[in-house]
């Protein structure tokens, strides 16, 4: 069963696109959303997480956008550029857990 | 050194051997994981140590994976009896406490079991 919904499953833009990546969850005991950023033969690094009292959360040109009570999250990227281009992965985490469960990932490339 | 470090790199190795597969964690570093990532899956948790406590195995697929952490920092996986299946890249990540904080991730090694 797979308590983190990814998609889409590979997105492709333009640069100074918005590519938006959405993540749905069931469990409410998760209490935690960070988003991870991966390049190719690198491992991922953490690029934003938000926690559930709060809607929004922006740093630089990335935003999360939290709907608690549809439990789904979404990560929007502003003007895109070419180094963006890499695999998000959107995670979850309980509260008191230290186990993240996370979403199958999302292709992003984008086009200069 | 500034991150963490896995080696090797990458591991082929004909099917049944075992293989071991080292992390170093950031120094200071006292919560450690292991994940498994296939080709188009999410990470995978295999297990975490904290500090002296009792590892969390709860994600090991199978008797024939294990791990180690010696003296709260360095972290040895093994796979015995290696199968295609176990065919991966294989994570280690480092956090100060738990993952409330962020991790840090290795740039993994790639197995590939003939």
């Known amino acids: 069963q797979q308590q983190v919904k990814q998609s889409p499953q590979s997105l492709i833009v333009q640069k100074g696109g918005i590519p938006i990546i959405n993540c749905a969850y069931e469990?409410?005991?998760?209490?935690?959303f960070p988003w991870y950023q991966q390049f190719p033969g690198k491992g991922p690094a953490l690029l934003i997480a938000?926690?559930?009292?709060?809607s929004e959360k922006k740093e630089g040109r990335f935003t999360i956008s939290f709907n608690k009570s549809a439990k789904q999250f979404s990560l929007h990227i502003m003007d895109s550029q070419p180094g963006d281009s890499a695999t998000y992965f959107c995670?979850?985490?309980?509260?008191?857990?230290?186990?993240?469960?996370f979403g199958r990932g999302t292709s992003l490339i984008v086009h200069p | 050194g500034a991150g963490v470090s896995q080696s090797p790199s990458n591991k082929v190795t004909e099917k049944g051997k075992d293989v071991e597969l080292r992390c170093d964690p950031i120094?200071?570093?006292?919560?450690l994981y292991w994940y498994r990532q296939s080709l188009g899956q999410g990470l995978e948790f295999l297990i975490y140590f904290q500090g002296n406590s009792a590892p969390d195995k709860s994600g090991l697929p199978s008797d024939r994976f294990s791990a180690e952490r010696t003296g709260g920092s360095v972290s040895t996986l093994t796979i015995q009896r290696t199968q295609q299946e176990d065919s991966a890249v294989y994570l280690c990540?480092?956090?100060?406490?738990?993952?409330?904080?962020?991790?840090?991730f290795g740039d993994g090694t790639r197995l590939s079991i003939l």
């Open positions: 938000i926690r559930p009292d709060v």
């Open positions: 120094s200071g570093h006292t919560a």
């Open positions: 995670a979850a985490i309980k509260g008191g857990s230290y186990i993240p469960t």
């Open positions: 469990n409410t005991a998760f209490d935690y």
């Open positions: 990540a480092s956090s100060l406490r738990d993952s409330s904080q962020p991790q840090h």
